[in-house]
């Protein structure tokens, strides 16, 4: 695309500000390489309590901003940072609605019972500060159900703004399982009208659904990899949201998520022991041992370690690594490196394994993204027993640190991991498809043997798998086209909205 535009995008999550997942590394790379390609692109992020801790240089940008929901007027302030050096964003600061511990919910994990409010708040906002600054954009990207609405606001409120109001929205599916599902008395805060509450649109079963709505108002849809794409597409897919994906045919589609390899790169992370690269894996060797040790592990070369990293949540599948584990343990010659949070049951079970098997499985219950790092060097295999995966980022980090994926192949897992062919030594990991502990054992087992038997392979894999390109400069041109089918789709539905 030649056309230089302007872009608001908008997110609940943007590294190194605000992290709860994969959501947050995706919005600072799109930003960062949307400006790389010369687009005038704007952040818009709520400011959190833990992006007072984060953010390095601020500025006032307004010191009060009159935003009007349909109950009554909110005042918040507008702060200014800067991404990388580059990327202006706009810290929304509602103190009220933001300055707490958690981005979604509290200690344990309970939703904070007014985030409907707080964040169509946020995607109201967001549109006020265009209109304040005088800013008027081209393109309006959201990104899952906390940033839906704006699409919405843009066509139900803010259609006759001028400039503003021929924005085209682009709304992003990160993971169609958070859908902002929420009881009724909040519809009157948010402004949409009755006329919008129907099934076709916000209302689902007696509730209102923000990303249901989100995907009536946006001009074009997309999720982050083909195979999820299609997944989302099939009957009783997307979450019930399937029927209303097809209605907008080729609105809607998948384009796959880039690693950001400045951060992500055994060459030169700053956060692991030693670098390395493909062909040359001395410092991969020293980050294994200096892992094995921070994890009290036995410090041994010769034993495989298999890691785990991610939230422990359902859609994760690592239910299905806790019941294999034991058996694993037992028959298979293989340390275990666990990182994760989320899930009580979940993070009990693995956080009291090193104890039952002292230095054969170490684990540390909690959000560490350095730990993250010094893993992702360090072990030999990263698994990834996901239910379904939009995209994953874990499993396209861990190829470039050859470290090699055992994945369910679903969604982006199966887009971006190459089975393992065992007459050839091809392929980039280990693939499976039953949701099963069996399967999990079954190939944990192929992965191992294939490490003590077939070192050859591995060393083919590895190579393989680090030189693989999953980079951001790939898919900015897919989101490229994707804005302008946007605008085209807007300006054909302004043409006969407006007659
Ligand atoms: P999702 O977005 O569904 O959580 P992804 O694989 O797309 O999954 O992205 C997960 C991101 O969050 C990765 O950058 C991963 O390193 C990071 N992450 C997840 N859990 C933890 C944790 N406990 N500590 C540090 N980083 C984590």
């Avoid at 580059?86 to 933001?98: K, R």
């Avoid at 994760?340 to 230095?359: E, I, K, M």
């Avoid at 999953?470 to 605008?487: G, K, P, T, V």
Wanted: net charge negative; proline share 4%; aromatic share 12%.
């Amino acid at each position: 695309m030649d056309r230089k535009l302007k872009i608001l995008l908008l997110a609940s999550e943007m590294s190194p500000l605000a992290k709860s997942g994969g959501l947050a590394d995706v919005t600072a790379a799109l930003a960062i390489h949307l400006k790389r390609r010369g687009h005038d692109v704007r952040v818009v992020l709520p400011f959190y309590r833990c992006t007072h801790e984060r953010v390095h240089q601020v500025n006032v940008e307004l010191t009060s901003m009159c935003v009007r929901m349909a109950e009554g007027e909110e005042w918040c302030a507008v702060l200014h940072a800067c991404l990388d050096g580059e990327v202006p964003v706009y810290l929304i600061e509602h103190d009220h609605f933001f300055d707490r511990d958690g981005l979604y919910h509290d200690d344990n994990m309970q939703d904070y019972g007014d985030n409907p409010r707080r964040f169509g708040f946020f995607a109201r906002a967001a549109l006020q500060l265009c209109m304040d600054l005088g800013f008027a954009p081209d393109i309006v990207h959201a990104n899952d159900w906390q940033t839906a609405l704006v699409s919405a606001y843009l066509k139900v409120w803010f259609w006759n703004q001028g400039e503003l109001g021929r924005a085209a929205s682009v709304l992003t599916l990160h993971n169609l399982a958070y859908q902002g599902v929420y009881p009724t008395d909040h519809y009157g805060y948010l402004g949409l009208g009755l006329d919008n509450f129907q099934p076709s649109i916000f209302e689902d079963h007696g509730l209102i659904n923000f990303l249901k709505g989100g995907i009536h108002f946006a001009d074009v849809v997309n999720t982050v990899s083909p195979t999820y794409a299609r997944e989302c597409l099939e009957p009783g897919g997307g979450f019930g949201l399937a029927p209303y994906l097809t209605d907008k045919g080729d609105r809607f589609r998948g384009i796959l998520n880039g690693a950001d390899y400045q951060v992500w790169t055994p060459e030169h992370d700053p956060l692991i022991s030693a670098h390395f690269k493909a062909g040359d894996l001395v410092g991969k060797a020293l980050c294994k041992r200096e892992m094995q040790r921070a994890f009290l592990l036995e410090e041994d070369p010769n034993i495989c370690v298999v890691a785990l990293i991610g939230r422990l949540v359902e859609q994760k599948g690592f239910q299905l690594v806790s019941e294999a584990i034991h058996a694993i343990l037992r028959d298979m010659e293989v340390q275990f490196v666990i990182l994760g949070t989320g899930d009580q049951h979940l993070s009990h079970h693995f956080g009291t394994l090193p104890a039952r098997y002292p230095g054969r499985v170490g684990s540390f219950i909690g959000f560490n993204d350095e730990l993250a790092h010094r893993i992702e060097a360090g072990a030999d295999f990263l698994i990834m027993p996901s239910l379904f995966e939009p995209c994953g980022l874990n499993q396209i980090y861990s190829l470039r640190y050859g470290t090699l994926p055992i994945v369910r192949a679903t969604g982006g897992l199966d887009d971006t991991v190459d089975q393992y062919d065992e007459r050839t030594g091809e392929g980039t990991g280990f693939k499976f498809w039953q949701p099963t502990p069996r399967a999990v054992y079954d190939t944990v087992g192929w992965a191992v043997s294939t490490w003590y038997d077939r070192p050859a392979h591995i060393d083919r894999m590895r190579s393989r798998a680090m030189r693989k390109d999953f980079s951001w400069e790939r898919s900015i041109l897919d989101y490229e086209e994707l804005y302008d089918q946007a605008l085209r789709v807007k300006s054909d539905y302004d043409r006969h909205s407006r007659g």
